[in-house]
């Protein structure tokens, strides 16, 4: 499967790159918008190169790894949850359902990033604000959490689940270090990111949005689990970390910020407006 290799030193240089460059477009050419749209795509960037650190840090210390996946299997088995292994056999026939499941957890993840914070960028800017702080702070959780190893189910044998990407050669889990970590599945970023955008599209009033961020969460869920990539426990983690991020950074302080911020960037623009002369 094609993949974009990328240091997360380059990632990191290219991200600070883009901010300082963002910040000059913004102060010097005077093109707020666009100085910081080009900032954001650098946060993006930035948090993307911090996954690749976490995940270089993860795979040189693997220690109990193998013990808390099978941990986190016990756990879903006294639950009866463990049914992993049943939602995919009906998939292992079929070719065809395997590589679009495969290309799914591959590529769906970072589509839906650039995807959904654009159009909330360009549409509802209020409510970007608060979806991309509650990204970064999901996120850095995650990876704090992703520093303890963790091995996805596809790892160990007791699940009986297939991992579906080595199975077709389309494994996004390379040799590379640092690029994508065998051992940081709990918990589960590509859920947590799924239902942190679900949440964000249903505060915008829009029905399709809705529609498609709600059914991508779902579909999310089940491609991670039959993939032989994450438990079903990895995504109830994740989004049960966004359901406590959301509100935190949702809260009123954070929107007196919003608030204070733009009635300052109009009254300058006022003041502006009023007086050419000065």
């Known amino acids: 499967?094609?993949?974009?290799?990328?240091?997360?030193?380059?990632?990191?240089?290219?991200?600070?790159?883009?901010?300082?460059?963002?910040?000059?477009?913004?102060?010097?050419?005077?093109?707020?918008?666009?100085?910081?749209?080009v900032r954001e795509i650098g946060v993006v960037l930035g948090l993307f190169g911090l996954w690749m650190f976490v995940g270089h840090l993860v795979g040189h210390h693997p220690a109990g790894g193998y013990e808390r996946g099978r941990a986190i299997?016990?756990?879903?088995?006294?639950?009866?949850?463990?049914?992993?292994?049943?939602?995919?056999?009906?998939?292992?026939?079929?070719?065809?359902?395997?590589?679009?499941?495969?290309?799914?957890?591959?590529?769906?993840?970072?589509?839906?990033v650039d995807v959904a914070l654009a159009w909330l960028w360009w549409r509802h800017r209020d409510r970007y604000l608060v979806t991309r702080a509650t990204l970064v702070v999901f996120t850095g959780g995650c990876l704090c959490l992703h520093l303890i190893s963790t091995a996805p189910p596809r790892l160990l044998t007791e699940t009986h689940l297939a991992d579906t990407g080595t199975l077709l050669g389309q494994s996004v889990y390379g040799d590379t270090p640092g690029l994508s970590d065998h051992l940081s599945a709990m918990p589960s970023i590509h859920v947590g990111w799924a239902v942190l955008f679900a949440v964000a599209a249903w505060g915008?009033?829009?029905?399709?949005?809705?529609?498609?961020?709600?059914?991508?969460?779902?579909?999310?869920?089940?491609v991670v689990v039959v993939t032989g990539n994450h438990f079903w426990l990895d995504g109830i983690v994740a989004a049960a970390m966004v359901a406590v991020a959301w509100p935190v950074m949702a809260k009123a302080p954070w929107r007196a910020w919003q608030t204070a911020l733009r009635e300052r960037r109009t009254a300058v623009g006022v003041g502006v407006g009023a007086d050419p002369a000065r």
């Open 73 to 112: 299997w016990d756990i879903e088995r006294s639950l009866h949850i463990a049914n992993e292994a049943t939602l995919q056999r009906p998939l292992l026939g079929h070719r065809w359902l395997l590589e679009a499941v495969n290309y799914y957890y591959a590529y769906a993840h970072w589509l839906s």
């Open 204 to 222: 915008t009033g829009s029905t399709l949005a809705r529609v498609i961020a709600t059914g991508h969460a779902v579909l999310t869920s089940y």
């Open 1 to 37: 499967m094609p993949q974009l290799h990328v240091t997360w030193i380059t990632a990191g240089a290219i991200a600070a790159v883009l901010v300082g460059v963002g910040a000059l477009i913004s102060i010097q050419l005077r093109r707020r918008q666009l100085g910081a749209a």
